[in-house]
């Protein structure tokens, strides 16, 4: 009788060691798209790119690109929000004439929103409109007043989630001091944080150009020092650019978004595949061999969850 138990203890470990080693069914891949911005290093002529030349790498481990398209011609379609500060110092007014010219020399395909970011929220003076001279006409003098001003990174991540998702490009002018009295000044920003995040996660590219706040925040070099670090580093996050001349106002707008357009004409959408086994945020970095050409794009990109051809889903409980 011991014989029969130990054997079929035997027979039940081989099944054990059968279980483990069998072979797992591979996660399945979902497409992910990222709109990439080119740059030239060295001097104005920013080259042209063909499919094959870029590369996607998720840290050491190299991505399939399955597409490249350059967001030209019937694939320009953006989305462009221009995200005013309204506890800016007056010296803004002086700049809104170089805003309009920017947003009435836009191309057709562009749609233009504006809106001016008050006590976390933003207040929506213009919708999505390709009248491009209507939507310059929705710009106006900020209130100025300490009192209006709160996180301007709680406005950001509030309008990003009220933005409905189309095909289009979606990116933010952001003007602001970039000063959160909610946030706190230093290295960690919950706010700013969390609105990075909800900019990665919904594919919005912010540019942040610096302009003085009004009352105490405006002559801070402490409060001023922070949050143009905190503008430089959305920026960076979400694949833009941040804009600042010193502590003080810039003389003219016109230069920053003159590179700016330059950026938007010199935009791809990227498609590489991604292992859907993880839903959340993964970081991903861009190359090209291409000579004098450099890509700019967000630190990471959300993935959504996919199931293995064939796997059961666990039931719903």
């Known amino acids: 009788m011991s014989r029969l138990i130990l054997t079929a203890g035997f027979a039940l470990g081989g099944l054990g060691l059968l279980a483990v080693d069998a072979p797992q069914t591979p996660p399945a891949s979902v497409p992910v798209q990222m709109v990439v911005t080119v740059e030239a290093r060295h001097g104005a002529e920013i080259p042209a790119l063909q499919h094959g030349d870029v590369q996607a790498y998720e840290r050491h481990e190299r991505l399939q690109v399955t597409d490249l398209m350059a967001l030209k011609g019937e694939n320009a379609g953006l989305e462009l929000f221009f995200l005013m500060d309204d506890s800016s110092n007056t010296s803004l007014g002086m700049q809104l004439g170089d805003v309009r010219k920017f947003i009435e020399a836009q191309p057709a395909a562009t749609a233009i929103g504006v809106g001016y970011m008050r006590n976390g929220t933003v207040d929506i003076v213009q919708n999505f409109t390709t009248d491009h001279s209507h939507a310059a006409k ?23 989630k009220r933005w409905p998702r189309t095909a289009a490009r979606r990116e933010v002018v952001m003007v602001t001091s970039g000063v959160d009295p909610l946030g ?128 059961r889903e666990e039931p719903k409980r």
Do not use: C
């Open 138 to 160: 929705g710009l106006r003098l900020p209130l100025s007043s300490g009192g209006a001003m709160a996180s301007p990174y709680l406005s950001l991540s509030d309008l990003i």
């Open 184 to 311: 706190g000044m230093g290295p960690m920003n919950p706010y700013m944080d969390a609105a990075i995040e909800d900019a990665q996660r919904s594919g919005v590219i912010v540019y942040a150009i610096y302009t003085p706040a009004a009352g105490h925040g405006g002559h801070s070099f402490y409060r001023i020092n922070w949050a143009q670090n905190h503008l430089a580093q959305i920026a960076e996050e979400t694949g833009g650019e941040a804009y600042m001349l010193g502590f003080g106002a810039p003389v003219s707008f016109a230069p920053y978004l003159e590179e700016i357009a330059g950026h938007l004409a010199n935009q791809y959408r990227v498609t590489f595949l991604k292992p859907g086994e993880k839903a959340g945020l993964h970081d991903v970095k861009f190359t090209t061999e291409v000579p004098n050409a450099e890509l700019v794009a967000a630190k990471k990109v959300f993935v959504p969850k996919v199931s293995a051809p064939g796997a």
